[in-house]
């Protein structure tokens, strides 16, 4: 199946977690908190710290460890806090 990260078509596998599918790309941060814009990517891995949020097809804070990819997806980098698109 195919995806989209930050603009850039990818492959990706049925199963993968939004998170593997990063971390095979070589990403390590793929959102930013909100105040000092430092750079977070997955941390706990099981859905509890919430460093992992993206947004996938316009919708924030999605948990890349715990959402798994469709096919199409639109995957991008969470700056901040987001509202919804």
Do not use: K, Y
């Not at 390590?28 to 000092?36: C, D, F, G, Q, Y």
């Not at 999605?62 to 987001?82: F, M």
């Amino acid at each position: 199946m195919r995806v989209t990260v930050d603009g850039v078509e990818v492959e990706a596998a049925s199963g993968q977690t939004v998170a593997a599918v990063l971390l095979r790309l070589g990403r390590v941060s793929w959102r930013t908190t909100r105040e000092a814009g430092r750079p977070r990517g997955i941390f706990c891995g099981i859905g509890v710290c919430h460093d992992c949020l993206v947004v996938v097809n316009g919708v924030p804070d999605v948990r890349a460890c715990q959402r798994l990819v469709g096919d199409g997806d639109d995957v991008r980098t969470q700056h901040g806090a987001e509202l919804p698109s």
